[in-house]
Each structure stands twice: as structure tokens, then as C-alpha cells.
């Protein structure tokens, strides 16, 4: 089936710094989706890409869709506690009518104050 | 809140033993989804429902089985149970089938199996 391999796995850093996360595909997706799990919730999702090369901002977080459509990345500037969680990345394959989303395993971020 | 919700929140059982996981999907959502979280496998997709039928499996065990109800809401029922079930499971909703990736999820169940 269809794998995403999302790294880094954790990563603790110092508030204000900035933060890449990215994620890798053997397969193509049409959709790339980025979501957030804070402690004890579900996941919500953070940005959504639908086209090839496409950047899309969120506030202080940026994503993009990269050109292969086999990854995404994730960033998020000067970051402050409230961005500790679980960040996932998501893929969905469109065009045959229906697919699932298939998600990585997820980056944990701790954030220090 | 995402509006959708499931119970129970916890549950602690034993192996071998047979537990049903509840979810209301948001007002006028017609698809669920579940999902299991374990911390070596992040979320894993179990299967969909819309308005009543199913739509999808992932990787569902056999022992795991759900429906959806007409009134919309689904259950998961999980039988013969092992210690490695012990995970958070979570509900997810939409509008329709093929979505936008927007998928609005729960807060979870998390079965511990002792």
C-alpha cells in the first residue's frame, strides 16, 4: 500500500526558532494535507495543497506541494509553546472516483519556553 | 470542539473480551471514518461508512468489525482481544465521499487491553 515516511520523528527546540518538517512518498498524490494533534484532541487540520508546486501560508506556518507530487513540507516560523503536538502529513490520491487519506507517522514537537 | 463525538473516552479491558467504540459525526455529515493510533504506527485507516454503507477498508483485522446506523452514527466493535490492540481510536467525519482531504476528527477512544 501506499507509505509516507515524515521526518523528523521529534524535535525540541527554543521558542522563537523556526521549524521544517517534510514528507516523502514512493507514490504520487494529487492532495497533500497537513494536520496538528495536540495532546489529548484529535488531529485538526493546519493547510491543505491541491496542486503541484503549490505554497500556501497559514499564518506563521507555510507548506508546499512539491513538484514530483511525491513530497511536502512543512514550516513553521518563530514558534511559541502553543505549537507543541503531533504534526502530520497526509496524502490522498484522487481520479479514480475515491481514495482514502493515507498519513505518516507523525513529527512530535516540543517547544521550550 | 469538531463537533464530532465519541465514547467512551477510556476503556480498560482484559484480552479475549469484546468492546463496541460510539461515534456521532458532525450535523450533516453522511461519511465516518475510523482510524487507529499507535505510537509505532501512527494513524492507521480501518474503514469508511457513507449514509449507511460501507466504502472502504483499510487495515481492518477481522476480530474488528463496524456499521453505521440511520441515524448516522457508527460503532466499532473490537472482539478476541489482544494486548496489541491497545491504541487511541479515532472517528472522523465528512460532508460526502470523495472530500477535499478535510477530515474532522474526534477526540478519540484509548483502549488499554491488560
Known amino acids: 500500500g501506499q507509505q509516507l515516511n515524515q521526518s523528523p520523528q521529534s524535535m525540541f527546540i527554543q521558542e522563537g526558532e523556526d521549524v521544517s518538517m517534510n514528507c516523502t512518498s514512493s507514490?504520487?498524490?494529487?492532495?497533500w494535507l497537513w494536520y496538528k494533534q495536540d495532546p489529548g484532541e484529535g488531529p485538526v487540520l493546519l493547510i491543505a495543497?491541491?496542486?503541484?508546486?503549490e505554497l500556501t501560508s497559514n499564518g506563521r506556518l507555510t507548506a508546499q506541494f512539491g513538484i514530483t507530487r511525491k513530497d511536502s513540507f512543512l514550516n513553521i516560523s518563530a514558534s511559541i509553546p502553543s505549537d507543541v503536538g503531533i504534526y502530520f502529513c497526509a496524502g490522498q490520491l484522487q481520479g479514480s472516483g475515491y481514495s482514502t487519506l493515507t498519513f505518516g507517522k507523525g513529527t512530535m514537537l516540543l517547544v521550550s519556553p | 470542539d469538531s463537533g464530532v463525538t465519541q465514547t467512551p473516552k477510556h476503556l480498560i479491558t482484559a484480552t479475549g473480551q469484546r468492546v463496541t467504540l460510539r461515534c456521532s459525526p458532525r450535523?450533516?455529515?453522511?461519511?465516518v471514518y475510523w482510524y487507529q493510533q499507535s505510537l509505532d504506527q501512527g494513524l492507521q485507516f480501518l474503514i469508511h461508512y457513507y449514509n449507511g454503507e460501507e466504502r472502504a477498508k483499510g487495515n481492518i483485522l477481522e476480530r474488528f468489525s463496524a456499521q453505521q446506523f440511520p441515524d448516522l452514527h457508527s460503532e466499532l466493535n473490537l472482539s478476541s482481544l489482544e494486548l496489541g490492540d491497545s491504541a487511541l481510536y479515532f472517528c472522523?467525519?465528512?460532508?460526502?465521499?470523495?472530500?477535499?482531504?478535510?477530515?474532522?476528527f474526534g477526540e478519540g477512544s484509548r483502549l488499554t487491553v491488560l
Open positions: 472522523a467525519s465528512t460532508r460526502g465521499i470523495s472530500n477535499t482531504g478535510e477530515l474532522f
Open positions: 450535523s450533516g455529515d453522511l461519511s
Open positions: 507514490s504520487i498524490f494529487n492532495t
Open positions: 495543497l491541491y496542486k503541484a508546486g
